[in-house]
Structures are given as structure tokens and as C-alpha cells.
């Protein structure tokens, strides 16, 4: 099995920061890609950010010019930058991993982490 257990959420004042980690966890797999998705209440989990291996990153519109995804491959860790935060990206955010095992795809989810951004 694959585990993935995030850290660095809490509580920010808008126009501050904070850093996400992701660290994936197990054995007999490879990561594929990686990403980050948010549900804001009322909505519906949307993509954040994406990072495949050997391949473009890729954002949504509303996070374009202030977050910025990363990744430690030795460590199977995916980070989050975020700066510049806004009320509007009050969520809960999950990491996300597409791993491959004996030949089969899998999609793996964090428990998420509650980013709060308000003054």
C-alpha cells in the first residue's frame, strides 16, 4: 500500500504564505505524478496543481502567478508554495499521487489539510 500523509496547513492573514508538504510512503511502487486538489465549501474538489514525472506542471487559472508545485523524487515528496494567499483559497487541500504497481495504475488521496486564510 501507498501512503501519503500532508503537513503545513493552518491559519493565514490574505497576502501571507505557507509551504504544503506531501510525502508518499510504502514500497514496491513508482510515482507516476503527483498534484495537489482543494474543496472549498460549497464546491465541488478541484485541481490546484500537478507535477508529472518527466513531464509540464500544470495550474489552475485562479492559483497562476502565486503558487508554485515541486517535487523531491529522492524523497517522494511533493511541496506547495503558496504566496499570496487570498480569502477565496479557504479549503481543505489533498495531495494526490498516480502510482504504478505490478503493472497496474492506482490514484492515492491524503486526509487533507485545512488552509484557512482570513483576517
Known amino acids: 500500500q501507498v501512503q501519503l500523509v500532508e503537513s503545513g496547513g493552518g491559519l493565514v492573514q490574505p497576502g501571507g504564505s505557507l509551504r504544503l508538504s506531501c510525502a508518499a510512503s510504502g514500497s514496491g511502487f513508482s510515482i507516476n505524478a503527483m498534484g495537489w486538489y482543494r474543496q472549498i465549501p460549497g464546491k465541488q474538489r478541484e485541481l490546484v496543481a500537478t507535477?508529472?514525472?518527466?513531464?509540464?506542471?500544470n495550474y489552475a487559472d485562479s492559483v497562476k502567478g502565486r503558487f508554485t508545485i515541486s517535487r523531491d523524487n529522492a524523497k517522494n515528496t511533493v511541496y506547495l508554495q503558496m504566496n499570496s494567499l487570498k480569502p477565496e483559497d479557504t479549503a481543505v487541500y489533498y495531495c494526490?499521487?498516480?502510482?504504478?504497481?505490478?503493472?497496474?495504475?492506482?490514484?492515492?488521496w491524503g486526509q487533507g489539510t485545512q488552509v484557512t486564510v482570513s483576517s
Open positions: 507535477i508529472p514525472s518527466g513531464g509540464p506542471t
Open positions: 494526490n499521487a498516480i502510482v504504478g504497481r505490478g503493472g497496474v495504475m492506482y490514484q492515492y
